[in-house]
């Protein structure tokens, strides 16, 4: 079986996905940033303030080039900007969540923990830049995405079904 592969900007609410499609399914869910913290041994936001940005897309492009080679019939959730690896359709079934800017935001500061879900989003620092960014890409997780799900006002329960139903 192909790996499942989710893309979306930021606390688009991959992770929460990922963890409620292992529940619904057989799969085993891996997370691109975990991978690398485990790595490199400190958090990505350490990482960004220590190397810089280009350092740690320089890390994402050898997870992905391990998960590519190494890895089958995972669901893998990954960092917002994953998607610019050059071997992302290779490595799975591309699913994008897709959502608002403003759906986005408002679901991270409705969090009971949305100060430090802020905190460990290096991008998200700056609203204005995070707008920003995300109206830049936007349109690549569309043209890198195999499949779009659009995730506003969902379940997460019915987003992971939407998904299963959509990969099988």
Known sequence: MKNIVLIGFMGVGKGSVAREIVKQSDLV??????????????????????EGEEYFRVLERKVAQW???????????????????????????????????????NR???????EKKLRKRPLFQDIDKAIKLYDERSALYKKAADIIIDVSNKEISDIAKEILKKVK
């Open 29 to 50: 869910a891996l997370d691109t940033d975990d991978i690398i913290e485990s790595m490199e041994n400190r958090r990505i936001k350490k990482i960004f303030a220590e």
């Open 108 to 114: 991270i500061l409705a969090h009971p923990d949305a």
């Open 67 to 105: 998960l590519q080679k190494e890895v089958r019939g995972t669901l893998i959730s990954t960092g917002g900007g994953f998607f610019k690896v050059p071997n992302l359709s290779k490595i799975g079934t591309v699913v994008y969540l897709s959502a608002p800017f403003e759906t986005i935001h």
